[in-house]
């Protein structure tokens, strides 16, 4: 039995963090409730990972590659839990993990795939660095069109 359909799509942004398992958890209780498809959504930041401008380039070499490998199991890893969280409640789901900045990359697969509502946690693992910069749920909910449900910690 579903409540409506009002919100048929929803797009559960996760980074694998205990706080954006909380919003996996209630977007897909919603999901639940709705009879909505789900997308989870891990975006590999690949920049979040690169050293500031320096004065002489360095370079990386394989230690960069280590650093891919990590980001792309990480981000298995989390479109794995939220793929156990929407099997054990029957959901339709998909995950999906895209590279790019966080919330562009969020606002932009919502668009594509006509999203109805975006879930996302306050915080993740972006720490003070993220805090300076402004946090991606932040943008996500200033440059969205659509709904955004944001999970406080």
Not at 37 to 55: C, G, Q, R, S, T
């Amino acid at each position: 039995m579903t409540l409506n359909n009002t919100f048929q799509k929803i797009l559960i942004a996760t980074d694998g963090s205990k706080y954006s398992q909380k919003a996996v958890l209630h977007g897909m209780e919603l999901a639940k409730l709705m009879g909505s498809k789900v997308y989870a959504l891990y975006v590999l930041d690949k920049n979040a990972y690169i050293p500031p401008v320096l004065e002489t380039p360095i370079y990386l070499g394989s230690k960069w590659d280590i650093v891919e490998e990590t980001l792309h199991r990480e981000g298995d890893e989390a479109i794995q839990c939220a793929k156990k969280v929407a099997e054990d409640k029957e959901i339709d789901y998909e995950g999906v993990v895209v590279e790019g900045d966080p919330a562009h990359a969020i606002l932009e697969f919502a668009e594509q795939n006509k999203v109805d509502l975006i879930v996302m946690g306050t915080l993740g693992k972006g720490g003070l660095e993220r805090f300076l910069l402004g946090s991606v749920a932040d943008k996500v909910v200033r440059h969205s069109k659509i709904s955004v449900l944001v999970i406080k910690k």
